[in-house]
């Protein structure tokens, strides 16, 4: 990797992928929602057409019109906007990651294929770096996201020994909760200088404590604004203000999935809060009841009052 690279840290909102009533991207709402993230949620940095961004439901072709506009729209506001390459078809994974780097993005993410699995932590090392070649100067992250992929080895096998692979491997967005991996992350982490992302919002604090560097998620679309506050609490040594935040975060999570928190849930959810017109998900996901997404909205709208 040639250029210098800006270390991921803090807090990145993984983007909801707006749709017209028709179904159809809609390329519209993503200049007012980076306006919305950066002025009413103090996000800088973007996660796009991973699984918030229902990345897997979209075509190629589709996922290639969303990152130029998040990467056009948001040039000169937005930190960095990281690209989700993964599919199941190594071919899409590597023309998605070729446009990602022809297009300015400042990072592309990958999961592991989760139809035809691969057999070990090298196999999956193998895909990475078959699909980091036609991005050789954009940083990669391995997107470990075990619950959706099924691929569930150690995070840690998959990093180590990968820097002599990838020349451009710059972390890990881990979307687990496995402490002991994450820990082992970050530790192996160090001495490249990688980023630890974490991947579950309800979780970040635990995840802090272990040497996070910062976290990829759903929940900052809404209340990116006063998570920043439990960092900001978490770095002056205020634990009890951190907890406590963090306490408030888990009561509007779990309230969410006591209610059925999927990602259409969650999209109507951003809908009410932000006022921007996100529309329905695609199927399979159905869209969600509005008094559903009302009853989580008020909640969110009354800890972001709060505080
Ligand atoms: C499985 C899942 O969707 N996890 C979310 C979380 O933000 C999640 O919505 C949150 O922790 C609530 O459970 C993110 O990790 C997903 C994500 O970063 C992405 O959209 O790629």
Request: aromatic residues 8%.
């Amino acid at each position: 990797m040639s250029r210098s690279v800006k270390k991921l840290t803090g807090l990145v909102a993984a983007t909801f992928t707006p749709l017209t009533a028709e179904g159809e991207i809609n390329l519209s709402v993503i200049g007012p929602y980076i306006d919305y993230l950066i002025e009413k949620q103090n996000i800088k940095s973007v996660f796009i057409n991973g699984t918030t961004g229902e990345g897997s439901s979209l075509s190629v072709e589709e996922r290639k019109q969303l990152a130029g506009a998040w990467c056009q729209y948001g040039r000169g506001k937005l930190e960095q906007v990281i690209v989700h390459v993964g599919c199941l078809s190594i071919k899409d994974c590597q023309e998605l990651a070729r446009h990602a780097a022809s297009i300015g993005a400042d990072g592309i993410a990958v999961t592991s294929p989760s139809y035809f699995k691969p057999i070990n932590a090298d196999a999956l090392k193998l895909f990475i770096k078959e699909v980091s070649i036609f991005a050789p100067d954009l940083p990669m992250y391995y997107y470990h996201l075990p619950s959706m992929t099924g691929v569930a080895f150690d995070a840690a096998d998959v990093l180590n020994g990968i820097e002599q692979v990838i020349p451009s491997f710059q972390g890990v967005k881990y979307t687990g909760t496995d402490l002991r991996d994450l820990g082992q992350c970050v530790s192996y982490s160090q001495s490249h200088n990688w980023s630890v992302l974490f991947g579950v919002d309800e979780q970040l604090l635990g995840a802090l404590v272990l040497g996070a560097h910062g976290a990829v998620g759903s929940t900052y679309n809404y209340f990116g604004r006063v998570v920043n506050q439990m960092l900001a609490a978490f770095d002056d040594g205020n634990h009890m203000q951190a907890r406590a935040l963090q306490f408030e975060s888990m009561e509007i999570i779990t309230f969410a999935k006591n209610l059925g928190f999927d990602v259409a849930v969650n999209k109507q959810v951003m809908s009410e809060v932000s006022g921007l017109a996100m529309g329905p998900p695609r199927l399979p996901l159905l869209p969600c009841p509005v008094l559903k997404a009302q009853a989580i909205a008020q909640k969110i709208k009354d800890f972001s009052q709060g505080h």
